[in-house]
């Protein structure tokens, strides 16, 4: 009688498993037919996609703090003006002209004939207007923003900016997650967030706010054709779990892999690539602690010819980024000129001579503390290594994010080893060194030289100014070196798509979908912007 | 020979055994509401730590959701949007007096309503729960009972180095290693997702269960076997052989029931603890639970939502013990509920 | 003296024990002999006291009586215990089951453990009453109560639902004495009955024995290590000392002529008849560990006559010295007067 027992438990309990598990196996559905990593995109035929994002979808409200997910799911259903393209290019979307005055000072833009949202609504050049006055109420983006005078509706097609000084990252004001385009009659509905319309290449299908998926159909009233005709976001917080996913084919694109591993994915599958983001790891100095070794330049000209910028890009962040050589960042910066001494390559010899100048020839010690992202304790590591050569001490303390910005705001901190980024040279500087800018409000820097350099990068008409200024504030940014850029910054995504389909093209922000017309065939005017070379 | 006294009644018979004496004994409903009264209270102070812990803890929600590079005034008008500008004080008068009219407050972040939130995510916590309770008593009885009825010469001891590898095992790397083995190398699991609905939802809960079963049935079913092991030495397991019972009945009545006691308390405590595990499978599984709200408002320092959440799981951990204990006064009546 | 080898052959007799060995086969070559040649009879209607410090074998026998030996890991080796005509030595579990617990009733030891404490007084006598065979609930209750206020419960219906830990220990074992009965068993084994329960319900609870015993014309077989006890209640005796019989007769022969030196051993320790202000007087030494029994008698050590031949050779088997009176001491000679 006890074999008959356990007999019945066994066998009760294998059905179980067996009736839950095998639908499961049955169930593992392939994507579509010509959609894999082989082929091309132009025959490339992917109904439907799955992408895996890094946490739910919280909050489509511009005007309200989102996330990194927020941003990226919205922007396939953004109305704008321009659209960044997979290379991170500004490109021209709902704007069919556009010409800027010989001053610089006026922008004037002509809406694509017809324009309608997904519902049918047609877009107004009013809308345009509107998109700007809630931005500035929010104060988002206020570094672009305070750039922007008037902006006026002429008609309902034409619309006309006014600057208070020229702006070459116009465009990227234009095509970032902040011209946000709703019809302002809706705006008005308090729970239209919770299922705005679209302008963009694909529009919502369902979605809850809070829930864990979100589905996105082509628009049919956007003026291109989508080369998806359904996007299913889900969320995936945790990374190996992604990978997974990634792995099994349940989902087609991964945003966020981590460095460890993506090395063994197979190759005939899965394609995976790191995003560089527009920005920089770097040393930050509180400069309020006027009495710390860290607080003479030539200290930190030393910590900086020190370090072995290749080494923390290669074993800390597996060679997916490019080492610093300048303080903003290389990829997709085309005015980039390296100004460090010897390239940003080690320099022990220069950081010995700096020291000795500086009356430490034995060296000295600081406290340094570190985001715990992936990647950013073990580059610390390693810098602490490279300083030990030259007899500099650096002590490591590993913080959450929120606890490290915590200590920013308080001036609680020597050093930090942080990341920053921001779509253009002139932002990131200009973030970093400028008045108001966060790192400057932190740091306490002030050198007004590094500020005049940063002005007048932030108004050049013309590239051969745009290089020249870019170099001379970078040369005056490492004159400070009251940030001491690293390497620069990426993000891996992996993919089963044809290449070029998808791309979180800077990440934690835009989602690249692409289209029919290319959105890469709508080239803007010429001469105007800093960062694009059209 | 003299003719047997006859017995006490009841009553004196109770006295004499040294059981029930005191006051009128209360009724299981009145116990069980006076264990629920503990409970609101246990939660009231775990609202209270939750409260004063979020905030005493260095970083704000608002630099937490603009991130490092937002302008001061910008993250001085969210701060007033938020109403954190007030003092703590006047902050938790609102939450506390909000909270008996079911008003948990709104995320700081999507504004969504807390009790929206626990709506939505709440049961899915609840599921994995169950589900856990039922694979580890499913899995734990029979082993438990196989390797103390079966006598074999040193499965005991491979039972036991068994059961201390699968304690020492961290949940995470388990979840990992399940994942990659039934989901990716064998595919009989889904890598991610949820479907609400009844049966359906067990395709995608049985892998995290069975994660939180390798920590689970190591420790119940060692308990139980040393349960059943005591109970099989009792006199009462005799009588019942020699009145002929058999089958599932003996196994019931006179092996498992009596046995099953404090297998039962225990985990009812462990799953109060496994409710903090649940966080790190509904993670790893992307499983649209509670916990997961959890540590994402606690990285946004989303003040409402850890609140809510850390309430509902105090009540949950109170719960789900006082359930362990109803469960196991009814199977076994030996264990007093007190 | 009788040349008769076996004691207590009688037209009464229900069971008759010969030669039985128990043990526990721990390996397979290594076996622990438990009990070696217990020998004995239980007749019809008699109440049979089993004598002898733990450690005797006497719950041995009295499992291999209602064929739970096996749960203990023990076995019977050798010998026959015979029961109308069936020999329950050689019983299989399916063999065992018509018998146990029909025909052969068990009061546990402890009143504490006795009764499942998972299971309310009346499920209990309902199995007992039921026996796996199909009968109407309401018969099964009937039976129930009657049993119950057979065992003089005054309120069955108030016990008959209640669980054992709501019962006084004296209650508890009535019910075990209910449920014992409740087939109408040709014997009842009553193991230490009255172990833990205070000396009046002890007293209460033999006398129902004693009542049932004689309503009902069954034998009792009562272990216990409290010779004041067996003599109050028993007809006839069986003592046992390290897993083997070493007296058996009549309480009253055993009484007024013990013939083994461990009996006089045991009486001189009662606490009952202890001379008020003498020191009490305990057996001597300790019983010789299961398995490492001496050659020879193996209360040879202990004994205060102990001769030259005593502790050699085999195990001395039982005599009938007198009389349906056998003892297995090879110098009960030696015993005359010394007590009287």
Redesign the interface.
Known sequence: MRTRLLKVAVAGFSLALIGVVLPQAAANAATGTNCSIKNQLANSNCQAVVMATVSKIANLDPMKPRAVTDYQVAYPIQGLLWRFDENLIPRMDLVAKQDVAKDGLSVFQVLKPGLKYSDGTPVLAQDVVTAWQKQVEARQSAAFFAKVANVVATSPTTVTWTLKTPMPDFNWLMANQSMFLNPTEKLKDSTYWSKPVSAGPMKIQSWTPGADQMVQVANPNYWAKPKVQQITYVAIPDAATRKLALQSGQVDYVFDLAYQGVQDLDKNTIKWWAHALPGTYQLTTNMTKTTLPMYNAKNRQAVSAAIDRQKVAKVAFFGTVLPSCAQTFIKGNPYHQCVLPNDGKQDLALARKLLAEAGNPNGFSFDTVVWARPGWPEAAQIIAQDLAQVGITMKITVKQDTVAIADLNSGNYEVQFSGNNAPTPYLQLANWFGPGGAWQNWSKVNDPALVAAIDALGSAMNPTTAKNALKAANVASYNSSVHIPIADRAVISGTRLPAGLLSATIPGEWLYVATTPLLSTQRGPAGFNTGAKS | MTAPTPTTDAESALKESGHGDGPRPQSTGEKILRRTGRAIIVAFWVMVVAFMLIRLSPGDPVTAALGGDAAPETVEALRKTLGLDVDPLTQFWQYFTGLFQGDLGASLISGIPVTEMLRTNLPVTLWLILTTVVMTLVISIPLAMFIALARIPGLPYVFRTLTAIGLALPSFLVALILLYQFGLVWGIAPIFGYDPTFPANMQYLWLPALVNCVVLVPVLSRVLYSSILDTLDEEFVETGVIRGVRSFRFFWFYVLRPSLAPTVVLLSYMMGVMVGSTVILEIIFALPGIGRELVTAVTMRDYPVVQGIILVFGILVVFLSLLGDIVASILDPRVKLT | MSANPVPGVSPDSLVEIRDLVIGIQRTRKDRLIIVDSANFDIRRAETLGLVGESGSGKTMVCRSL?G?LK?RSASIFAGSIIFDGLDLANLDERQW?PV???RI??V???AL???????TVG??LG??VR??RKRKDKDVRKRGMELLDLV????PE??YD??P???????RQ?V?IA?AIAQDPDIVVADEPTTGLDVTVQA?IM??L??IRSEFNMSVVLVSHDLALIDEVCDRLVVMHAGTCVEVGTVPDVASTPLHPYTIALNRSRIDIATPGAPLVTIKGNPPAVGEWPPGCRFAERCDLVQEDCAVGRNPALVEVRPAHWSACLHTELLGGSHG
Do not use: C, D
């Open positions: 209602i739970t749960r089951r146990r617990g029909n009733g068990y546990p030891q402890s453990t006795g009764p499942n404490p998972v299971m499920k209990q199995e007992a026996r796996n003089h419960i005054r309120r108030v016990v209640q669980y830990f709501q019962l006084s220990g004296g209650m009535r075990m449920a209460e006398k129902l004693q009542e």
